[in-house]
């Protein structure tokens, strides 16, 4: 300031060193004015700046408002995340630990702490590894050696490398262990209880080799064992393999029940179990089929021996959920080496003797014979050609005369199937029609008989009946009455002039099933006869169950009626059972005249046999229609 002055003083000075004061005056208060014009502008300008930095603070104010509450937000999020992945963590059905590069356990879940029954206090986190092993051993969740178990994880972390491991914890439980190395160090384990998983797996490794319903070894197992036993006959032994069959075991289910049947399985197999040694062992191969493999076997007696056990074992009652319930079986026997040291070779023989004893009427036992495999053969290529014949025409039906004891006049003709084989001749239908009951052949050979039949019998005159053989496997279909019936329309045969014979064997398979076909065809109007009466056990009790039409007295009671000591009180008691119920009785194999006589005498209706006819095919059948007719008219 006081140099501002001395400048406006020597600005009012003039040349001769005189102060001009209105001069000065003028200057000052320029001066002065100028000076207030900067302080105006100066004031202005700090105004402005302390609005500016009032707008900027309230901004900042709000901004750092807004951030805070976005922070607030992130960490409440952060909280329900950290809240939800504990929750997730520690509901998790694995345990899971997580360890640092420095050994020092970061995270533990409570599941791991529930599984082995760990105290909070020890596992959390800052424990190292080997204390977390060491506590587990104390509290006793662990079992093995701490150091050793510590540096096999160590060395596989190490490495780098993950590893799945199953260990067994004190009280038995199986637990899975997991050990997942980290990119910079440490690692996360986890622990899974797989007790469960793994006795279902070996429940299912196990159904794999043993039969659900009696536990023993099945086919599987079976011949993998006996492959082993194969390889293990020592010099100057041999090994037994016996197929057992249960003999008639499906009438055990179709007359007690499936229950009852599974019962008498799981009994038959306690007992097989206990007539083997140790060294032996028993499987069950399906449905009623066990085997047997006894090994070290020195001679065939010791085969024999236990055979013999097997049967007094196996024949004594078992109780079957209230039910006492008697068995027995077919046993065929194959030896190693001496009837194949190949598994299949063996034990298709000892299948072979199996059908073998069970062809000798069953109950009994058979050991393998060369011959039994030349029997199948022979029975394969039988039923070969059968199938080729049923394909090409090959059969043909004979038709035998039954006629009346009283006039000798013809009544009626029995249908029978004949086989003329193109190399063989004829074959009996005893060879071939066993093997067509057996491959289910029969039932379309019999529909075709019973079509062929009718259609010639509708020829005949009209008093001459048709008989038609029904085996028991055609009874088992439920169609068997309306094939009848269309085999009757095809002809125009009359529905009483066709008799059906059926045997024991169809009643005692299933009699109520049975009774009802045979009510269904006495419904239609055809007749029914009762064949081979007196050879089965309960045929008397049948006739009390069903109104036959006819009895055929069987020729094993025909053949010697002759004799002092021969049949024929059997057959007057059979005909008088048979008179009493208006039911026709004939005689089967009647070849002499002695037996026609002595047939006639004692009451018996009609007869049929070799003294009047053999079968015949249907043209010489209708010769022998004329000429019995016209014999029989020069007669009267």
């Given at each position: 300031?006081?140099?501002?002055?001395?400048?406006?003083i020597?600005k009012?000075t003039?040349?001769?060193?005189?102060?001009?004061?209105?001069?000065?005056a003028?200057?000052?208060?320029?001066?002065?004015?100028?000076?207030?014009?900067d302080?105006?502008?100066?004031d202005?300008?700090?105004?402005?700046?302390?609005?500016?930095?009032?707008?900027?603070?309230?901004?900042?104010?709000?901004?750092?408002?807004?951030?805070?509450?976005?922070l607030?937000?992130?960490?409440?999020?952060?909280?329900?995340?950290?809240e939800?992945?504990?929750?997730?963590?520690?509901?998790m059905?694995?345990?899971?630990?997580?360890?640092?590069?420095s050994?020092?356990?970061?995270?533990?879940?409570?599941?791991?702490?529930?599984?082995y029954g760990?105290?909070?206090?020890v596992?959390?986190p800052?424990?190292?590894?080997?204390?977390?092993?060491?506590?587990?051993?104390?509290?006793?969740?662990?079992k093995?050696?701490v150091d050793?178990f510590?540096s096999?994880?160590?060395?596989?972390?190490?490495s780098?490398e993950?590893?799945?491991?199953?260990?067994?914890?004190?009280?038995?439980?199986?637990?899975?262990?997991v050990?997942?190395?980290?990119?910079?160090?440490?690692?996360?384990?986890?622990?899974?209880?797989?007790?469960k998983?793994?006795?279902?797996?070996?429940?299912?490794?196990?159904l794999?080799?043993?039969?659900?319903?009696?536990?023993?070894p099945n086919?599987?197992?079976?011949?993998?064992?006996?492959?082993?036993?194969?390889?293990?006959?020592?010099?100057?032994?041999?090994?037994?393999?016996?197929?057992i069959d249960?003999?008639?075991?499906?009438?055990?289910?179709?007359?007690l029940?499936?229950?009852?049947?599974?019962?008498?399985l799981?009994?038959?197999?306690?007992s097989?179990?206990r007539?083997?040694?140790?060294?032996?062992?028993?499987?069950?191969?399906?449905?009623?089929?066990?085997?047997?493999?006894?090994?070290?076997?020195k001679?065939?007696?010791?085969?024999s021996?236990?055979?013999?056990?097997?049967?007094?074992?196996i024949?004594?009652?078992?109780?079957?959920?209230?039910?006492?319930?008697?068995?027995?079986?077919?046993?065929?026997?194959?030896?190693?080496?001496?009837?194949?040291s190949?598994?299949?070779?063996l034990?298709?023989?000892?299948?072979?003797?199996?059908?073998?004893?069970?062809?000798?009427?069953?109950?009994?036992?058979?050991?393998?014979?060369?011959?039994?495999?030349?029997?199948?053969?022979?029975?394969?290529?039988?039923?070969?050609?059968?199938?080729?014949?049923?394909?090409?025409?090959?059969f043909?039906?004979?038709?035998?005369?039954?006629?009346?004891?009283?006039n000798?006049?013809?009544?009626?003709?029995?249908?029978?199937l004949?086989?003329?084989?193109?190399?063989?001749?004829?074959?009996?239908?005893?060879?071939?029609?066993?093997?067509?009951?057996?491959?289910?052949?029969?039932?379309?050979?019999?529909?075709?008989?019973?079509?062929?039949?009718?259609?010639?019998?509708?020829?005949?005159?009209?008093h001459?009946k048709?008989?038609?053989?029904?085996?028991?496997?055609?009874?088992?279909?439920?169609?068997?009455?309306?094939?009848?019936?269309?085999?009757?329309?095809a002809?125009?045969?009359?529905?009483?002039?066709?008799?059906l014979?059926?045997?024991?064997?169809?009643?005692?398979?299933?009699?109520?099933?049975?009774?009802?076909?045979?009510?269904q065809?006495?419904?239609?109007?055809?007749?029914?006869?009762?064949?081979?009466?007196?050879t089965?056990?309960s045929?008397?009790?049948y006739?009390?169950?069903f109104?036959?039409?006819?009895?055929?007295?069987?020729?094993?009671?025909?053949?010697?009626?002759?004799?002092?000591?021969?049949?024929?009180?059997?057959?007057?008691?059979?005909?008088?059972?048979?008179?009493?119920?208006?039911?026709?009785t004939?005689?089967?194999?009647?070849?002499?005249?002695?037996?026609?006589?002595?047939?006639?005498?004692?009451?018996?209706?009609?007869?049929?046999g070799y003294?009047?006819s053999?079968?015949?095919?249907?043209?010489?059948?209708?010769?022998l229609?004329?000429?019995?007719?016209?014999?029989?008219?020069?007669?009267?």
């Amino acid at each position: 300031m006081r140099s501002l002055i001395l400048k406006q003083i020597a600005k009012a000075t003039d040349a001769t060193g005189a102060v001009d004061m209105n001069k000065l005056a003028a200057l000052v208060g320029g001066s002065y004015e100028e000076f207030d014009r900067d302080r105006r502008r100066t004031d202005r300008l700090m105004s402005l700046m302390i609005e500016e930095i009032d707008a900027n603070n309230c901004n900042l104010e709000q901004l750092v408002a807004k951030r805070t509450s976005e922070l607030s937000a992130r960490e409440a999020d952060l909280r329900a995340q950290n809240e939800r992945f504990d929750i997730a963590l520690n509901n998790m059905t694995q345990g899971l630990l997580l360890y640092d590069s420095s050994e020092r356990l970061i995270v533990c879940n409570q599941r791991y702490v529930e599984m082995y029954g760990m105290s909070r206090d020890v596992a959390k986190p800052g424990c190292s590894f080997r204390d977390l092993v060491v506590h587990r051993k104390d509290t006793g969740s662990f079992k093995g050696d701490v150091d050793a178990f510590c540096s096999s994880v160590l060395r596989n972390v190490a490495s780098g490398e993950v590893t799945h491991n199953v260990v067994e914890t004190a009280d038995g439980r199986s637990i899975e262990i997991v050990n997942r190395p980290l990119p910079h160090g440490g690692w996360v384990t986890t622990h899974e209880d797989v007790t469960k998983r793994k006795r279902a797996e070996e429940r299912v490794t196990h159904l794999a080799h043993y039969d659900p319903l009696t536990d023993l070894p099945n086919r599987a197992l079976f011949h993998q064992r006996l492959a082993l036993e194969l390889t293990r006959i020592a010099a100057g032994e041999q090994l037994a393999v016996l197929y057992i069959d249960i003999d008639e075991f499906k009438s055990v289910n179709d007359t007690l029940g499936h229950l009852i049947g599974d019962e008498l399985l799981k009994s038959v197999a306690v007992s097989l179990s206990r007539c083997v040694q140790e060294a032996d062992f028993v499987a069950r191969l399906g449905g009623d089929e066990f085997a047997v493999v006894q090994t070290t076997v020195k001679d065939r007696q010791e085969v024999s021996d236990l055979v013999a056990r097997i049967y007094r074992s196996i024949r004594e009652p078992y109780e079957c959920l209230g039910h006492r319930v008697t068995t027995d079986a077919s046993i065929g026997i194959a030896l190693a080496p001496q009837h194949g040291s190949d598994l299949d070779q063996l034990l298709k023989n000892a299948d072979l003797a199996m059908y073998a004893a069970k062809a000798a009427g069953r109950r009994t036992c058979r050991f393998f014979e060369p011959e039994m495999d030349a029997r199948v053969k022979a029975r394969r290529i039988l039923e070969m050609d059968l199938r080729q014949a049923m394909a090409e025409g090959g059969f043909e039906v004979y038709y035998q005369p039954c006629v009346s004891l009283a006039n000798n006049e013809i009544t009626g003709c029995e249908a029978l199937l004949r086989w003329r084989h193109p190399e063989r001749g004829m074959i009996p239908p005893s060879e071939f029609i066993p093997v067509a009951e057996e491959t289910g052949l029969i039932s379309e050979l019999g529909k075709w008989v019973l079509t062929t039949a009718c259609l010639e019998a509708a020829t005949w005159p009209g008093h001459i009946k048709l008989a038609v053989n029904v085996s028991p496997i055609q009874f088992k279909d439920d169609m068997f009455a309306l094939k009848v019936v269309a085999a009757l329309a095809a002809s125009g045969l009359a529905a009483s002039r066709l008799e059906l014979e059926i045997t024991e064997a169809v009643l005692i398979r299933d009699d109520d099933a049975a009774l009802a076909i045979l009510h269904q065809l006495r419904a239609i109007g055809v007749r029914i006869a009762l064949d081979d009466f007196g050879t089965g056990y309960s045929s008397l009790s049948y006739l009390q169950r069903f109104p036959f039409d006819k009895i055929k007295i069987d020729r094993c009671f025909v053949s010697d009626i002759a004799d002092s000591d021969g049949s024929s009180s059997i057959v007057r008691a059979v005909v008088s059972i048979a008179a009493a119920r208006n039911i026709t009785t004939t005689a089967e194999g009647v070849e002499t005249e002695e037996q026609r006589s002595l047939l006639r005498t004692v009451g018996c209706t009609e007869m049929q046999g070799y003294l009047f006819s053999p079968a015949k095919p249907a043209a010489e059948l209708k010769i022998l229609f004329f000429s019995h007719r016209t014999k029989r008219k020069a007669l009267v």
